[in-house]
């Protein structure tokens, strides 16, 4: 018998070839996530997430075949163990369940951080205890400010031993400079298509890609020595830069904390890139800057997936579609011992769901 | 009247903005033909096609954002150089010399020898000073005399234009991009510049 537990699924390969019945249905978990056999080939059972738990064993009198009991109760879960974080863009929660699937009651003492977890909290009025079959569920924060990289475990200490989730991604690096208006901010908006004609001037044509990708000229001149910092920290990653074309700035007064729905000063009707292209936006105050996902513009109102975090004014922000993109070369010209320009040329960073 | 688009089969995608004249609007002919020489010898050269589809750029300028909401929703429903749709020449190539008469369906033209390019497959538009376009599909070109030619249309006119009430008189093409990538150049918030780089497609013509 083996078990593997790859974030929540649980697979099981059973090597025995059993002469097995199945048996009434119980329910002994009190998650909602509840196992049960699929596929009962001879020499091989497989087990995944459904919605009911069906218990097997040997009609053999005498002889006890492990049960799927086995594999579950006699200790405590913690679920996930792990979770690639990848490229945070914007604040996101994540549920994490803790279970004491034994017959006695524990304790959980602290969850308590190592490593590099800026940022990352969960809230939780410990010490608490869970009686048998008891399950705690926690919210993981994932903040989108903090430290650039994220690599560390969190642990959950009980009685006298402990389980970690790790925790791994890179916090994307958001480039809140103005653009120089000196110089054209440029976009250029691209499709592949494959093309091939005959001598005859027939032709066949193909897609290539389906989905406009960007690529954005931007001009900065700064005295700012925290940006140029960041640029080059971001040589090698992924970067969001905002879309200087497209500015929105608010029809609206007093803070913004806790609004998911924004009503626009600026033309967003008309904002291609916010309302096609872009799923993400910077709100930025000053040197501050929270990202949103946008879920959809409507006419001037900009719904948010949720809540402003920052207790801003609506007149000390402006906000920009990002685009997630790499730097394609980074220069920079020094005019003064303080003061440089660059022009960047980034090219939209394109990945799976 | 309202615009008046015939002889554009099931063709509906077209980008009707003037361009802007502050850059030169570039007509390249598609050269296909086979030159075959060797080392020393005469040439022969092996005509492919007497069809000569063009290559248009053009330069055009949004002054707000919903013109420039128009141009990349435009773009993007023609996929890089997938897809296809008219476009004006913006050349005036014809010249009205007689008013032309609801119902009929012939023009009479000044005679710049259009019958020798004429191909079977040539759309006529004519924009008038009131902004209606009205496109037709030319049937065949008949010299009448030195100074006249007679365009006959494949359907009638449905509206009486008389030569002061035309603006611009072109050949109506049928085109995809000939690039795929398009830079939008913002000078402001609002101003931007961009390039259109468009292949007569003489092969679709409906």
């Known amino acids: ?353 | 009247m309202a615009n008046s688009f015939g002889g554009l089969g099931s063709i509906t995608d077209m980008w009707l903005r003037e361009p802007n004249w502050v850059k030169n609007l570039n007509e390249k002919g598609v050269v296909s033909r086979t030159l075959l020489q060797f080392f020393g010898t005469s040439q022969i050269l092996y005509t492919e096609n007497p069809e000569v589809p063009v290559e248009v750029k053009m330069m055009f300028m949004n002054r707000t954002k919903a013109q420039e909401y128009e141009f990349l929703s435009f773009f993007s429903t023609q996929q890089g150089r997938l897809k296809k749709y008219w476009l004006p020449e913006w050349k005036n190539r014809f010249k009205l010399t007689r008013t032309a008469n609801s119902g009929e369906s012939f023009i009479y033209v000044q005679n710049r020898k259009h019958a020798v390019a004429f191909q079977a497959y040539q759309r006529i538009y004519l924009l008038l000073h009131t902004g209606e376009w009205v496109t037709r599909q030319i049937a065949s070109i008949t010299e009448i005399d030195a100074t006249e030619e007679k365009i006959n249309l494949v359907t009638t006119l449905d509206r009486t234009i008389s030569a002061a009430s035309v603006s611009q008189s072109g050949l109506f093409l049928l085109v995809r991009m000939a690039v795929e990538k398009i830079y939008v150049e913002h000078e402001t918030i609002n101003v931007s510049i961009f390039s259109i780089e468009s292949r007569e497609l003489i092969r679709e013509y409906p």
């Open chain 1, 1 to 353: 018998m083996m078990a593997l537990f790859s974030g929540r699924q649980l697979d099981v390969g059973y090597a025995a070839t059993p002469a097995w019945a199945q048996a009434a249905t119980i329910s002994k978990s009190p998650s909602e996530t509840i196992l049960a056999l699929v596929g009962v080939d001879p020499g091989s059972v497989g087990v995944r997430q459904v919605g009911t738990m069906i218990s097997f064993g040997s009609v053999r009198p005498g002889f006890r075949l492990e049960g799927m009991d086995d594999l579950i109760y006699g200790r405590v879960w913690l679920l996930p163990t792990s979770i690639a974080l990848g490229l945070i863009a914007y604040d996101q929660d994540f549920e994490i369940k803790f279970w004491n699937a034994t017959t006695g009651q524990i304790t959980l003492n602290s969850i308590t951080d190592s490593g590099l977890l800026d940022n990352c909290t969960i809230a939780a009025s410990l010490p608490d205890t869970l009686e048998p079959n008891e399950e705690f569920v926690f919210t993981l924060n994932v903040a989108q400010e903090g430290d650039l990289e994220i690599s560390g475990d969190k642990i959950f200490s009980y009685e006298s031993t402990s389980q970690s989730l790790t925790l791994t991604g890179m916090r994307l690096i958001i480039l809140n400079g103005e653009h120089n208006w000196a110089d054209v901010f440029s976009v250029l908006y691209g499709f592949e298509t494959l093309v091939t004609i005959s001598k005859k001037l027939h032709e066949q044509r193909a897609q290539v890609l389906p989905e406009m990708r960007r690529m954005v000229t931007i001009s900065l001149l700064e005295r700012n020595p925290y940006l140029r910092n960041y640029l080059k920290r971001a040589l090698n990653t992924v970067i969001a830069i905002p879309i200087s074309s497209e500015p929105i700035l608010l029809n609206m007064t007093g803070s913004l904390q806790g609004l998911s729905s924004l009503t626009a000063a600026s033309e967003v009707e008309y904002y291609y890139n916010l309302r096609h292209l872009t799923d993400i936006m910077a709100i930025i105050n000053g040197t501050s800057v929270e990202v949103r996902q946008v879920l959809s513009v409507s006419g001037k109102t900009i719904s948010l997936d949720k809540g402003i975090v920052n207790n801003w004014n609506a007149e000390d922000v402006i906000c920009y579609p990002l685009m997630t993109g790499f730097i394609e070369a980074l220069k920079f010209d020094d005019y003064t011992a303080e003061v440089w320009k660059s022009n960047l040329q980034i090219n939209e960073y394109c990945y799976g769901e």
